[in-house]
């Protein structure tokens, strides 16, 4: 686990820092190819397992998802793997909601929502119920709203809209760096894309 919020978010930006190092063509080819996998933990485990083997025999690392004259460094490689690990933590309900949110276009406000509670959070060992940023919230739609309260809730964060407020559980950290991680992942190549 990591000492605080500040060391977990430059960990991720050093790790989203390789994976920019794709061209756009190869990060668009890996969300298509991540989004036909997301949903479907038994193959996102493979798929991570294969890469894994292949790093670590030192073979040459091909992903079929990308074009064959898209190069991937060791580094590149190891950062997607970091990712392809947090989104493997997430349970296939959190996957499937992670790619209708991409098609919403809310990972953005989703990514600031989780940030800013862990940013506040992080080191907070007590049960709690605590203030939210109203401001995180008022951008989205109903369907949105109901959409990004199930995908937070589902790794123990629970959103009320009357304050608007969530309880915080300590317990529920590691699935929230895991979730914090996968969204800065998928927000990344949906930039590219």
Not at 1 to 19: A, G, N, S, Y
Not at 106 to 116: D, F, H, N, Y
Request: with cysteine; proline share 3%.
């Amino acid at each position: 686990m990591h000492e605080d919020f500040k060391t977990l978010k430059e960990e991720i930006q050093r790790e989203t820092q390789e994976v920019e190092k794709l061209s756009h063509v190869g990060q668009s080819s890996l969300l298509a190819a991540l989004s036909k996998l997301l949903g479907k933990k038994k193959e996102l485990q493979d798929l991570e397992l294969t890469l894994e083997g292949a790093l670590d025999k030192g073979h040459e690392v091909t992903l079929e998802a990308l074009p064959k004259d898209v190069l991937v460094s060791k580094e590149v490689m190891g950062a997607i793997l970091y990712f392809l690990g947090a989104l493997t933590e997430l349970s296939e309900a959190q996957q499937k909601l992670l790619v209708k949110s991409m098609e919403k276009k809310i990972l953005p406000v989703q990514l600031k929502l989780v940030e800013s509670t862990m940013e506040q959070n992080f080191l907070q060992d007590k049960e709690g119920v605590f203030p939210l940023q109203s401001n995180l919230l008022s951008s989205l739609g109903e369907e949105e709203l109901i959409l990004t309260e199930a995908l937070v809730g589902l790794s123990g964060l629970e959103v009320q809209r009357s304050g608007p407020q969530y309880t915080w559980d300590p317990d529920t950290l590691p699935h929230l760096c895991a979730l914090y991680a996968g969204l800065s992942f998928l927000q990344l190549l949906t930039k590219a894309s």
